[in-house]
C-alpha cells in the first residue's frame, strides 16, 4: 500500500501562518525511505515545536537507529501551532510528518519522546488531528500504536489512556525489538488484532503496556494495589540499558535543520548516567550506572558529526560532563586537533569542584569563549547537603572570581526554589552569594564590566527519587521567597546592576508536579485541558494556570482528591505511588533511607570513586560502572588547521572495552 504525501494539500496552508519553513522538511541529513520497500513504519514525534524539537538527541538517535533497518522507515513529526492546525482542520489535513508529508494515521508506530510532563497535551492534539481516537481503548489494527518513551515514561500514568505502551530506559535497542515484534506479527497476518499485538509487546523487556494492569484506590484515595490482568505480562517492568555506548556512536549523521533552532551545534553524548547523588535529580537516578564513551570513540563521533553537518560547535553532553574521567585529556586532544580551525567545544554546564581554568581554555581555544554555567542548585550550604550538592560557598567564589580573573566577563548561576526544608533565608543567600560573586570577581578581574546572571527555577519532586515522597512548595511560597530575592538583589543598585534574575513563577510548577507524581485519574484533567483549548503549555504564552485548576477541580472531585492532594502532600513510606510497579533498578527502601538523610542533611558520596551504597541498580539490573582511564589517545588528524580525514582504523571506538568500576 502506498502511501501518497499531504504535501500538495498542505502547501497552500503554509503561506497563512507563521514560520511555514518549519513544516517543510528536507533539512541536511533527513531521510525518506520508499514505504512499500519496508514492513513496519515508525512516526517519530517530539511534542513540541519544531525549533526545540529538532535538535533533540534522543529522538535523532532513533531516527537514525531504525532507517538504518532494512525492513523499517522513521519519519519525524512535531506539534504544530495553533495556527496552522485550524487552517488543517478546516482543510481536512491530517497530522503529518515533516520529511515527506506522510499521514500520521498511515504509520504502524507512534514513538512519542517526552522530555517533560508539560507536552502531555500537545499528544492529544496530534492524535486528534492525525484522526486516531484518542483513547487506547478504542484503536483497532487500523490505527497506529503509541510508544510514550523519554524520562517521563518513568511514570506514564496519567496518560495511561491516550498511549498504548511506554518504553523504560534506553531506547536504541528496544525500538529494534518492538519492531522486530510488528514485523512478525503483520508477516502473520495480524493474528489476534490489536490485543495480541500488544501482548506480544508487553513481553518485550522494558515494554509496558496500561491496559494489562488495573489499579484500584483506598479510601484514603491513594492507591490500594495494582495487578496484572494476564498471567503472560510481568508483574513488574524493568527498564532497558545499553551498556557500551562505542558500540552505539549515533547520532551519526545529525539533523541540519533549516529554520532557526533552540541549539545551533553539534552534539556528542560522552557518558550517559550520573552517580554524584543530587536528591531531586530524576534524570541522575534513572539513567544509572554511569557509562562513558571512550576518547577514541568520542573522537570518531565529533570528525563524522562535523564532517556531515558543517556545524562549528561540538556540545559534549552528559548531565555532568565535566566529570568524565579523562575530560581534560578529551578537551586537550580534542583541541589540538582542530587548532587553526573556527571549530569550538562546550558543556552545557560545569560542576563548581570540577571546573578548572585549563580545561576552559581548552574548550574554548578554537572557538569562541562563551559565559561559563555552573549549578549550585541550593542558595545557602544547608540546602546544598539536603539535596546532596555538596560544594561550599568559598569554593563557588573562588571558582567564579577564577574565571573572571581570566577573562571571562558572563557568569551564569542556576538554582531552585522550593526545596524540601527550604526557608527564606536559605533563598536570600542566593543575593548574597551574587553579590560576594561581583565584588570578588570585579577585584580579580580589575573591572566593572562583568555580568552574573542568576537563574532560578522552582523544584517538583519527581518519581524515582529520594524527594518522591516530598511535599512540593505551593505557587504561593515560590512567588513569595521570588519577590524577597529580587528585592535583596536590587538593594544595592551598584551591585545590583550587575547581577541579572530569570525566573518563572510557580504556578507552572505546580501543574508540572500534578503530571509528574499522578496516577491514572489524572487523565481526565489532561483531556479536560485539551478540550478547553490547552496545548503548548510549556510555553508562557500558552500556559493558563485558571484551566488547569478548574479542570483539577472538577475532574478529581468525584475521586476525593484534588490539585494539593497531589502537589503539597508529603507521602508516608509504605504509600503505593503509581509507579511502583515501573522498575528504574533503584531499591526503593534505599529511596526511602535518602529521603530520611536528606532531612537530617547527611551526604552520600559518588561511588563511582567511593563504595558502593547499595542502590541496587547495578544487582537488579545486571549493569555496572564503566569509566576509565582507557589508555587510549586521539590520532592527531592528518591535515592540521582544516577539516581533515581521519584514519579510521587507528581512531576505532572499539579498540578495547572501557575499564570497569
Known amino acids: 500500500m502506498t502511501v501518497e504525501s499531504l504535501y500538495p494539500r498542505l502547501e497552500p496552508l503554509l503561506a497563512q501562518v507563521q514560520k511555514p519553513i518549519q513544516y517543510v522538511g528536507g533539512e541536511l541529513n533527513a531521510q525518506v525511505k520508499p514505504w512499500d520497500s519496508v514492513a513496519v513504519h515508525w512516526a517519530l514525534m517530539y511534542p513540541d515545536a519544531y525549533e526545540v524539537g529538532v535538535p533533540n538527541q534522543g529522538l535523532m538517535i532513533l531516527y537514525e537507529v531504525l532507517n538504518e533497518r532494512p525492513d523499517a522507515l522513521a519519519e519525524r513529526t512535531y506539534a504544530v501551532w495553533p495556527d496552522l492546525a485550524g487552517l488543517m482542520r478546516e482543510a481536512g489535513v491530517g497530522q503529518f510528518t515533516v520529511d515527506a508529508h506522510r499521514p500520521v494515521r498511515d504509520f504502524d508506530l507512534l514513538g512519542v519522546s517526552f522530555a517533560t510532563e508539560l507536552g502531555y497535551t500537545n499528544l492529544l492534539e496530534a492524535l486528534d488531528l492525525a484522526g486516531v481516537p484518542l483513547h487506547a481503548v478504542d484503536r483497532d489494527e487500523s490505527h497506529p500504536v503509541v510508544v510514550a518513551g523519554g524520562h517521563a515514561a518513568f511514570n506514564p500514568e496519567p496518560v495511561s489512556d491516550f498511549i498504548d505502551c511506554a518504553v523504560l530506559g534506553d531506547g536504541e535497542q528496544v525500538v529494534g525489538d518492538i519492531t522486530d515484534v510488528v514485523a512478525a506479527w503483520k508477516e502473520q497476518g495480524r493474528p489476534g488484532g490489536r490485543v495480541e499485538l500488544l501482548a506480544r509487546l508487553s513481553r518485550v523487556e522494558g515494554v509496558y503496556v496500561p491496559r494489562f494492569y488495573a489499579v484500584t484506590y483506598g479510601a484514603d484515595g491513594s492507591i490500594a494495589e495494582v495487578l496484572r490482568t494476564r498471567d503472560d505480562v510481568p508483574p513488574r517492568i524493568s527498564k532497558r540499558t545499553v551498556m557500551d555506548l562505542d558500540e552505539w556512536p549515533y547520532p551519526k549523521q545529525p539533523l541540519v535543520p533549516l529554520a532557526e533552532s533552540v541549539h545551533e551545534r553539534m552534539s556528542?553524548?560522552?557518558?550517559?548516567?550520573?552517580?554524584?547523588?543530587?536528591?531531586?535529580?530524576?534524570?541522575?537516578?534513572?539513567?544509572?550506572?554511569?557509562?562513558?564513551?571512550?576518547?577514541?570513540?568520542?573522537?570518531?563521533?565529533?570528525?563524522?558529526?562535523?564532517?556531515?553537518?558543517?556545524?562549528?560547535?561540538?556540545?559534549?553532553?552528559?548531565?555532568?560532563?565535566?566529570?568524565?574521567?579523562?575530560?581534560?585529556?578529551?578537551?586537550?586532544?580534542?583541541?589540538?586537533?582542530?587548532?587553526?580551525?573556527?571549530?569550538?567545544?562546550?558543556?552545557?554546564?560545569?560542576?563548581v569542584d570540577a571546573f578548572n581554568v585549563t580545561l576552559a581554555n581548552e574548550l574554548s581555544r578554537n572557538g569562541r569563549r562563551s559565559g561559563l554555567t555552573f549549578a549550585p542548585e541550593g542558595g545557602s550550604e544547608r540546602i546544598r547537603r539536603v539535596i546532596n550538592k555538596t560544594v561550599s560557598k568559598e569554593d563557588l567564589v573562588r571558582t567564579v572570581t577564577t574565571a573572571y580573573a581570566n577573562g571571562w566577563r558572563q557568569v551564569k548561576l542556576y538554582f531552585m526554589c522550593g526545596l524540601p526544608t527550604e526557608t527564606d533565608e536559605d533563598v536570600l543567600e542566593i543575593a548574597e552569594l551574587a553579590v560576594e560573586v561581583i565584588r570578588a570577581g570585579r577585584e580579580a578581574s580589575g573591572s566593572k564590566d562583568i555580568r552574573c546572571t542568576v537563574s532560578i527555577g522552582g523544584f517538583v519532586p519527581k518519581p524515582h527519587t529520594p524527594f518522591q515522597w516530598a511535599a512540593q512548595a505551593s505557587a504561593e511560597t515560590i512567588d513569595h521567597r521570588l519577590k524577597v530575592l529580587r528585592d535583596a538583589i536590587n538593594a544595592d543598585r551598584r551591585i545590583g546592576r550587575s547581577i541579572g534574575l530569570r525566573y518563572h513563577d510557580g504556578k507552572p510548577g505546580v501543574i508540572e508536579g500534578l503530571l509528574s507524581r499522578g496516577d491514572r485519574r489524572v487523565g481526565r484533567v489532561i483531556e479536560r485541558v485539551w478540550r478547553d483549548g490547552g496545548h503548548f503549555d510549556g510555553w508562557s504564552?500558552?500556559?493558563?494556570?485558571?484551566?488547569?485548576?478548574?479542570?483539577?477541580?472538577?475532574?478529581?472531585?468525584p475521586f476525593g482528591v484534588d490539585l494539593a492532594w497531589y502537589t503539597t502532600?508529603?507521602?508516608?513510606?509504605?504509600?503505593?505511588?503509581?509507579?511502583?510497579?515501573?522498575?528504574s533498578g533503584l531499591d526503593k527502601e534505599w529511596l526511602w533511607d535518602d529521603w530520611q538523610d536528606a532531612i537530617t542533611e547527611d551526604e552520600v558520596g559518588d561511588c563511582r570513586w567511593t563504595g558502593c551504597y547499595d542502590c541496587g541498580v547495578c544487582p537488579t539490573m545486571g549493569t555496572e560502572i564503566q569509566i576509565g582511564p582507557t589508555g587510549r589517545s586521539l590520532i592527531p588528524l592528518a591535515v592540521v588547521g582544516a577539516r581533515p580525514q581521519v584514519d579510521v582504523h587507528a581512531d576505532a571506538a572499539v579498540a578495547d572495552p572501557v575499564h570497569t568500576h
Not at 552528559?318 to 562546550?346: C, F, M, V
Not at 504564552?541 to 472531585?557: C, G, I, K, P
Request: overall charge negative; some cysteine.
Open 569 to 583: 502532600r508529603e507521602r508516608t513510606e509504605h504509600e503505593v505511588l503509581p509507579w511502583d510497579h515501573l522498575d
Open 268 to 351: 556528542v553524548e560522552i557518558f550517559r548516567g550520573c552517580t554524584r547523588g543530587c536528591r531531586f535529580c530524576q534524570a541522575g537516578m534513572i539513567t544509572r550506572p554511569v557509562r562513558e564513551r571512550s576518547i577514541t570513540g568520542i573522537g570518531s563521533m565529533v570528525d563524522a558529526g562535523l564532517k556531515a553537518t558543517g556545524y562549528e560547535e561540538v556540545g559534549l553532553l552528559s548531565l555532568s560532563s565535566a566529570d568524565h574521567s579523562e575530560i581534560g585529556q578529551l578537551a586537550k586532544e580534542l583541541a589540538d586537533r582542530y587548532e587553526g580551525t573556527n571549530t569550538g567545544l562546550s558543556l552545557p554546564s560545569t560542576r
Open 541 to 557: 504564552e500558552h500556559f493558563s494556570y485558571d484551566r488547569w485548576a478548574t479542570a483539577a477541580a472538577e475532574e478529581l472531585a
